[in-house]
């Protein structure tokens, strides 16, 4: 931009020196016929001063161009002529920066958020029923840290040996399974299965009984119990006791017994309904009653950041 400002300057000095050329010899030519019309003697002197001048023009004006092109072509050595975009305190260059620093904050969160999802799953198994088996189905993570069966209970998942924690290995129960592995945390989600088939009692009894055995295989692991999750408005349709209001009671008495026996309830049931206090369409599989991809994205993204 300096450069061009040099260069249309000197365009300028140029056109200007030409005008005021010609302007001062038509002044010194209108002197000069007034001279030689009254004092015819003189005017010779003044022809000679006018050369003189002329002559001093010429020289002023040449020095001012040369000048000018000196500094423009060391401008395009030096690139004086571009902006000083990169010197410290210049407002684009805090932009920049800003914009930079804020992409390197973000890169950052990423990976902790990363590591920190990797450390906090690894170290959790998960027990249930297909809503579970869910996580195995959308591979989100690996067979050895998901114990659960389609279709079960609290109840049926203690009486089967369909747990395989090597290739070729011996087929375990859950809590043999548990008791091999461990692992720093257990969420336990079961309720949907069971709402239709036991009764207040029956319910929190066989919850009660699988939570014993599986305090006696890892006795130092967390435990965690989930709430059971809603379903869609129309399903009591074809499981007329699979209400949300049903699931809703259940969750009450989990919650209490949680709290009775110190354990954690995570209870995440609103977080998926929609205004009815129904499953949200946006969660739904298709049958009311089981999940898409996007639940359990969204299912292990609370799990990371709310740490139950």
């Known amino acids: 931009m300096l450069q061009i400002f040099y260069n249309l ?75 000083a975009a990169r010197k410290a305190g210049h407002p684009v260059t805090l932009v920049e920066e800003n914009e930079k620093t804020q992409e390197s904050e ?53 009486e089967q040996e369909f747990i395989q924690l090597e290739p070729n290995g011996a087929w375990l ?52 119990i989930q709430s059971i999750l809603p379903v869609s408005w129309w399903k009591h349709e074809s499981m007329p006791y699979l209400t949300n209001e049903n699931i809703d009671h259940f969750n009450s008495l989990l919650k209490e017994y949680s709290e009775e026996h110190g354990y954690t309830f995570f209870d995440i049931s609103d977080h998926f309904k929609d205004e009815d206090g129904s499953l949200s369409a946006q969660f739904d599989a298709g049958d009311g009653l089981h999940f898409n991809q996007s639940f359990y994205q969204e299912y292990l993204r609370l799990l990371v950041s709310e740490h139950p």
């Open 9 to 83: 300057l000197f365009c300028a000095i140029i056109k200007s020196r030409f005008l005021f050329s010609v302007s001062f010899r038509e002044f010194f030519f209108r002197i000069g016929l007034r001279i030689k019309s009254n004092h015819a003697t003189n005017f010779s002197k003044y022809q000679k001063k006018k050369g003189l001048l002329l002559r001093f023009q010429n020289i002023f004006f040449s020095m001012i161009a040369a000048l000018l092109v000196a500094v423009s072509f060391a401008c395009s050595l030096t690139g004086c002529s571009k902006p």
């Open 106 to 158: 973000d890169s950052e969160e990423t990976t902790v958020y990363e590591m920190d999802a990797e450390y906090y799953l690894g170290e959790t198994t998960f027990i249930g029923d297909s809503r579970t088996n869910g996580l195995l189905t959308y591979q989100l993570l690996p067979p050895e840290q998901v114990f659960a069966i389609d279709g079960s209970t609290q109840k049926t998942i203690r």
């Open 173 to 224: 129960s859950v809590q043999e399974a548990v008791k091999q592995r461990q692992p720093h945390r257990l969420l336990i989600a079961f309720g949907v299965n069971a709402i239709p088939l036991m009764t207040e009692e029956e319910f929190m009894e066989e919850y009660d009984i699988l939570i014993d055995q599986l305090v006696e295989a890892s006795p130092n692991s967390k435990i965690v």
